[in-house]
């Protein structure tokens, strides 16, 4: 039996740092507490849409959930089918757009402040 304690580890860090249970991870996700619980102790490996709305809840890119190897998604992500993928892709594709949005606000910020530094 294959373990898969590593995803279950950072989903726990995530958590940890996010100040939320598993409890509320199921209800944010609207997966089972008991299926959450079992991928956190190793005892099964996410499908790719539940991983994706792992990481959407904790506001990660899937990728963070994996390990070099990517195999560990089910076991083998090479088979993953194109949908499972896609999914995948898309959630990092959605986290890419926020850190940007972010990042324009930043540099508003940044050109603001420097305006009034220059009035001074």
Same mark, same amino acid.
């Given at each position: 039996?294959?373990?898969?304690?590593?995803?279950?580890?950072?989903?726990?860090?995530?958590?940890?740092?996010?100040?939320?249970?598993?409890?509320?991870?199921?209800?944010?996700?609207?997966?089972?507490?008991?299926?959450?619980?079992?991928?956190?102790?190793?005892?099964?490996?996410?499908?790719?849409?539940?991983?994706?709305?792992?990481?959407?809840?904790?506001?990660?890119?899937?990728?963070?959930?994996?390990?070099?190897?990517?195999?560990?998604?089910?076991?083998?992500?090479?088979?993953?089918?194109?949908?499972?993928?896609?999914?995948?892709?898309?959630?990092?594709? $959605?986290? &890419?757009?926020?850190?940007? +949005? #972010?990042? =324009? %606000?930043?540099? $508003?910020? &940044?050109?603001?402040?420097? +305006? #009034?530094? =220059? %009035?001074?």
């Amino acid at each position: 039996m294959k373990n898969y304690s590593h995803i279950g580890k950072k989903i726990i860090e995530v958590l940890a740092v996010c100040a939320m249970t598993q409890t509320e991870l199921a209800q944010i996700t609207g997966i089972q507490f008991s299926v959450i619980n079992r991928i956190i102790n190793g005892k099964t490996a996410p499908s790719a849409k539940t991983l994706g709305k792992i990481a959407k809840a904790l506001q990660q890119p899937v990728s963070y959930f994996t390990d070099a190897s990517i195999e560990n998604i089910n076991g083998h992500s090479v088979n993953n089918s194109v949908q499972e993928n896609q999914v995948i892709v898309n959630t990092d594709i $959605e986290f &890419l757009k926020k850190d940007v +949005e #972010l990042l =324009k %606000k930043e540099m $508003e910020n &940044l050109r603001l402040t420097i +305006e #009034l530094i =220059k %009035k001074q």
